[in-house]
């Protein structure tokens, strides 16, 4: 509330002004007034604070009012920028409620001190003409820091107050009004009641209203704290992920912080740590939980917008309840979940929480509803079709597995290492892909053990489980040996999880204990779930991937699993097409056809692909695709044929099919295993493109029957003369000279 004051009245020492109430502050000894400096000079930044003749031409200049927060008082001009912040150099304004608060001294008579946290603040008159303002070390023998506290005139407390801000305080809060909260950024509004959540009222394309009840809301103090109540939805507000929600209890309490804005003063938090902010990086503009007191959207300046009857409200702390879920399995609780809820209504649903890979909730919330605090077990159960491995629970596994591992490489995370023994056993080390067929055992791990009681990690070429030395180093134990227990991390991916020991550290790529060679590296315990910490497990299966080349010599396949080239067939990539012709580039023997790849292949018969571990790599330029199923593929691509007038080689698809299969024109059928070629720039007039140029021979080389030649373009076209370029003549690739 303000006071109107007479020009002539002043303060005893025993009195301050009142909070609100406008003043002005004079030093005692230059006899000049505390100023607003309106410009950029020298070291006062945005307008420093400077000794000055009284000038009530411009009341802004000069009119301060007093707060008090935290036991601290800030000086504000009439449009609540706060002063009392300091710069390292002197006294600059800031838009902030600071720790910089000042404390006032009394001196003598109606005399005071004002002092900063960096000393007295009094007059320098040296450093500018009119006189700034600076701290001072000095104590009460320094004259300079002498101040009155000086009433305005009625006029100009009038003028003041049509043009101040509303002044608004935490301690002006009750339960028996409303507010309005608007962001300090205003290009995004104020908060606004939304169906789903509190969003702004830019969201919602309505104007700022405080007569608006979806604009308003309440701060219901009960056992000192403040809960968020909109007044539209007659219900609290609380956190729901990054968003708000609507509850009919009052789950989470309100906290205040103060910002760097005169504008917006304060931030407002959930639990004293999500602070609530308008977004301007989300289409609609809502409510989000961002920690920057910096931030324009989370700045909140709350105004009084009217009456509030608190009665619904308040009986909300009557009838809530809190109900507590433990997830049990054999009578050992896994994990809990807190639900608020309301006394007489239906049970909180189940949120899951994070439980040990493997385990499944079974149990259901009671039927009926709640009547005060409960405690209610949800019974779990074992659904082994979620482990990523098959186990046994005791003795020689059955399953073998490749263990891969992420590794930040110039590959970016990919599945490029495989864990095993180190040769003299004392530690496990990641290492590089490629591999030698006689080598898998001591690649290949097994699991023994139960969901409900961990697993340990079996080498079989060792017969040994993994454990953790005191260093952290993972080294090989016997399998009996209780301390290579391995417990499940969570599933953080559906492609690969965590392996844990029992102390909870994570089973790691340790890239920093490298060995000489930098695809060597040794297996750590670490603390931290990070990429290093996540495995991709690939099942070992004895046996090869079957491809019979017929006898026209060439054939396609898409492999889903990883292979190793086998003697005996040439295995190429295709890179792309050029004066009728392929480009392609031969895979050598030995080498790894990763998953997922479409390759063309050379030399009739039957050949053996043995499998090997998998990899989420692609052979780069390859411009074959491909599909393990049968498959309806959009677009112009190419099939590998054996036309009777061309001969073998890419042909343009026909388009008869669509996406279902029916009649259409805009899909081709991609057989099981299969691959095509896709041009990255196609021409539509090219119908084939031919394998081997090598092997093409000569107009004059062309053996026909009675001088009768079938003669095409690259096109498809029948043509009579065969002028300079490449034709198919009776079948067979010619280059006419």
Partial sequence: MLMLLCA???????????????????????????????????????????????????????????VKQDEKYHVLT???????????????????????????????????????????????????????????????????????????TEEETTAAAAAAMPLFTLSSLNNNSCYTITAGDAGRGSWYSGDNGVTSTVKQSVDKNAEDVNQQFAFIQKDGQYYLYSVAKKMFVAKSGDNTKYTKTAEDYVTFEKTASYAAPYVIALN???????????????ITFWNDLADGGNMATIALASEFNPEEALETFNTAATVVYEYQYNGNTLATQEAAAVKGEAYPDLVTPELPLGYVVTGAKPAGNVEGNATVQITLDIDNSLLPFKAVAEGTPTTWYYAQMHYYTTDNYSYRWFIAPAEDGSSVRTQDHEFAADE?????????????????????????????????????????????FIAMGSDVHSDWFCMKNPAGNYLNAQGSVANASNCNFVIKHWSDNDGGSSFFLTEYVDEDVTVNVSE?????????????????????????????WITKSQIAEGEVIPANTGILLENAGEHKFAKTVTYNYTLADNLMRGSVENTYVEGTAYVLANHSEAGIGFYKAELNKDAEGNEGTTHFLNNAGKAYLVLPTANETVAFYGLDWEGSTSIEGVEVENEVKTIFDLTGRRVEVAERGIYIINGKKVLVK
Avoid: C
């Fill in 8 to 66: 002539v009245t002043t303060w005893a020492q025993a009195e301050l002004p009142a909070e609100g109430t406008f003043f002005r502050l004079k030093n005692t000894t230059s006899q000049l007034y505390m100023t607003v400096n309106s410009y950029n000079s020298g070291n006062q930044n945005d307008g420093g604070i400077v000794i000055s003749a009284k000038n009530t031409e411009d009341l802004s200049k000069q009119v301060f009012r007093l």
């Fill in 78 to 152: 009439f449009n609540n920028n706060v002063v009392s912040t300091f710069s390292s150099w002197g006294f600059r304004a800031e838009a902030s409620y600071s720790n910089a608060a000042l404390t006032i001294e009394p001196s003598e008579g109606e005399i005071w001190t004002l002092k900063g946290t960096k000393g007295y603040i009094g007059p320098n008159n040296g450093s500018k003409s009119e006189g700034s303002i600076i701290y001072s070390n000095h104590g009460t023998s320094n004259n300079e820091i002498y101040w009155a506290f000086e009433a305005v």
């Fill in 272 to 286: 004293g740590a999500s602070h609530m902010g308008i977004s301007n990086g989300y289409d609609p503009a809502v």
């Fill in 440 to 484: 898998v055992d001591a690649h290949l791990w097994g699991f023994v053990g139960t969901v409900e009681g961990g697993f340990k990690m079996v080498n079989k070429a060792t017969n040994k489980a993994i454990k953790s030395e005191n260093n952290g180093v993972a080294a090989m134990a016997e399998v009996a040996d209780a301390t290579a």
């Fill in 552 to 580: 026209a010599g060439w054939a396609t396949k898409y492999f889903a699993e990883s292979v190793h080239v086998p003697a005996g067939v040439n295995a190429y990539i295709v890179t792309g097409a050029e004066d009728g």
